[in-house]
């Protein structure tokens, strides 16, 4: 069969859709199936310019094509008579995060334009879905509620677990991934100085804009704790990633309302490292469980700091939230081969 996995893209930004999309496509040849991945450009600043986006995705054509998985808004907008959504999530600015004040669309009518514009295209997307897959609980739930469409959850497997192996630990916490506001590693960074003495903080990843990298240098430089935390803002290897996780204390995943589990926190389960998240993180605490597979805090410096000092003290206990998470991990019985086969049904 030959498989078109379509996705969304900005030039020279990486992270888990786009990892989640290029291990689709190597698991679907394993399977034994041709697969590409189609990455559509897509840029949201500013709003103004989302509706010409939309009509250019919905204008593709797509043939000698079997059967095609969509990821993401605009680019599941393009048609094809077997399209399966794999929804990572909609535009959230036109739905939740417009109700928590977070949009960025325009006000005034040209916003309301805008977002109805958006929710009336994805409501005849899914309507003419072959099916509909939502990568978490998160994403399901706020299909249904704005859309009045159901949804089966199938999450997104780890891509690599083999390399996250565990090991002993060097005394740190460790905030992996992409560097910006709504993933909140500076939350991290301000709470150290209100840690215990002995924490020290690792944040490794690329960060989206130059604005976010100054952001966490300038608070290390202002608070004086530069001999504390590291900062290495880049595109790590893989084996780079995976070595900072096998070597910590705990891993801290603390975005604002994830729609999944988050590659961070099911790649620390996968190592056996506790867990430290906060209240409002969405899918996270699905594996992120208070006192049983790590810390969940409230989003607060001072919070944030108590658990990054309890993850420090007692070596033992942040070993014994390491195992649960991993056993809470593994729980969900994820794994490729069944994704594949849930995909192409």
Same mark, same amino acid.
């Given at each position: 069969?030959?498989?078109?996995?379509?996705?969304?893209?900005?030039?020279?930004?990486?992270?888990?859709?786009?990892?989640?999309?290029?291990?689709?496509?190597?698991?679907?040849?394993?399977?034994?199936?041709?697969?590409?991945?189609?990455?559509?450009?897509?840029?949201?600043?500013?709003?103004?310019?989302?509706?010409?986006?939309?009509?250019?995705?919905?204008?593709?054509?797509?043939?000698?094509?079997?059967?095609?998985?969509?990821?993401?808004?605009?680019?599941?907008?393009?048609?094809?008579?077997?399209?399966?959504?794999?929804?990572?999530?909609?535009?959230?600015?036109?739905?939740?995060?417009?109700?928590?004040?977070?949009?960025?669309?325009?006000?005034?009518?040209?916003?309301?334009?805008?977002?109805?514009?958006?929710?009336? &295209? !994805?409501? *005849?997307?899914? +309507? $003419?879905?072959?099916?509909?897959?939502? %990568?978490? /609980?998160?994403?399901?739930?706020? @299909?249904?509620?704005?859309?009045?469409?159901?949804?089966?959850?199938?999450?997104?497997?780890?891509?690599?677990?083999?390399?996250?192996?565990?090991?002993?630990?060097?005394?740190?916490?460790?905030?992996?991934?992409?560097?910006?506001?709504?993933?909140?590693?500076?939350?991290?960074?301000?709470?150290?100085?209100?840690?215990?003495?002995?924490?020290?903080?690792?944040?490794?990843?690329?960060?989206?804009?130059? &604005? !976010?990298? *100054?952001?966490? +240098? $300038?608070?290390?430089?202002?608070?004086? %704790?530069? /001999?504390?935390?590291?900062?290495? @803002?880049?595109?790590?290897?893989?084996?780079?990633?995976?070595?900072?996780?096998?070597?910590?204390?705990?891993?801290?995943?603390?975005?604002?309302?994830?729609?999944?589990?988050?590659?961070?926190?099911?790649?620390?389960?996968?190592?056996?490292?506790?867990?430290?998240?906060?209240?409002?993180?969405?899918?996270?605490?699905?594996?992120?469980?208070?006192?049983?597979?790590?810390?969940?805090?409230?989003?607060?410096?001072?919070?944030?700091?108590?658990?990054?000092?309890?993850?420090?003290?007692?070596?033992?206990?942040?070993?014994?939230?390491?195992?649960?998470?991993?056993?809470?991990?593994?729980?969900?019985?994820?794994?490729?081969?069944?994704?594949?086969?849930?995909?192409?049904?």
């Amino acid at each position: 069969m030959k498989v078109l996995v379509v996705n969304n893209m900005a030039p020279f930004v990486s992270g888990g859709a786009e990892a989640m999309a290029s291990h689709l496509q190597r698991q679907l040849q394993i399977a034994g199936h041709e697969a590409e991945v189609l990455r559509v450009p897509f840029q949201w600043e500013p709003a103004t310019r989302i509706p010409s986006q939309m009509l250019m995705a919905r204008a593709f054509e797509i043939p000698n094509v079997d059967h095609v998985i969509a990821l993401k808004f605009p680019a599941y907008l393009a048609p094809h008579p077997r399209k399966t959504m794999w929804l990572v999530h909609q535009y959230r600015q036109a739905y939740d995060l417009y109700d928590a004040g977070q949009t960025n669309l325009p006000a005034g009518e040209l916003g309301d334009d805008i977002r109805r514009l958006i929710r009336n &295209a !994805d409501d *005849e997307c899914f +309507r $003419s879905a072959h099916r509909i897959f939502s %990568i978490s /609980d998160v994403t399901q739930k706020r @299909l249904a509620h704005y859309n009045g469409f159901r949804s089966e959850v199938l999450r997104a497997p780890i891509n690599d677990p083999e390399i996250f192996v565990g090991g002993a630990a060097d005394g740190y916490v460790f905030a992996g991934g992409r560097v910006n506001g709504a993933k909140r590693q500076h939350l991290l960074v301000e709470a150290m100085a209100h840690a215990a003495a002995n924490v020290r903080l690792v944040v490794a990843g690329p960060p989206d804009t130059d &604005a !976010d990298a *100054e952001r966490l +240098r $300038s608070t290390v430089e202002r608070l004086g %704790i530069q /001999d504390r935390v590291r900062l290495d @803002l880049r595109f790590l290897t893989r084996s780079e990633y995976a070595d900072y996780v096998n070597r910590s204390s705990a891993v801290a995943s603390l975005p604002f309302d994830e729609e999944s589990f988050s590659y961070v926190a099911m790649e620390a389960a996968t190592a056996c490292k506790a867990l430290i998240s906060t209240t409002d993180s969405g899918g996270v605490l699905g594996l992120a469980r208070d006192r049983e597979t790590g810390w969940v805090a409230e989003p607060s410096v001072q919070a944030l700091a108590q658990a990054m000092s309890a993850a420090c003290a007692n070596a033992a206990r942040s070993r014994e939230f390491g195992q649960a998470a991993h056993a809470r991990w593994k729980s969900f019985g994820i794994d490729w081969p069944s994704t594949v086969q849930a995909l192409l049904s």
